[in-house]
């Protein structure tokens, strides 16, 4: 599914404001001090862009595990990461968590197994 177009949205900055979160502009407000539809998106998309960034390492490691794994290749890793997720119906993000930590509890116990201090 394709994000709808951006629209162009004016901002000003107003001497002794703070910026907001991320670095961001002010977004000049309309007459009733609301700030427009198209601000709220952007805000929503900066949101959702911040997650995705922080989300990224987790999901490569647990795309890392499933081709150390199994021997698949990283497309197939990740097909099978979608797939676990929407037949599951849950995140993406916490289906990778789980794998990683899946992972992190095996070595563990195999270096447990081994008789190194753990």
Sequence with gaps: MRPPPRQHVRTEEREGDTPSPGGAPHIAADADGHAPAAAEAL???????????ESRPVIDMARGVL????????????????????????????????????????????????????
């Design 43 to 53: 805000r929503r998309e900066n949101e959702q862009l911040r997650h995705a960034v």
């Design 67 to 118: 081709i150390a794994g199994f021997g698949c290749r990283p497309e197939e890793a990740w097909e099978i990461l979608v797939a676990v997720s929407q037949h599951a119906n849950v995140k993406l993000r916490t289906v990778a968590d789980a794998v990683a930590a899946a992972a992190a509890v095996q070595a563990w116990q195999a270096t447990r197994e081994n008789g190194a201090p753990g």
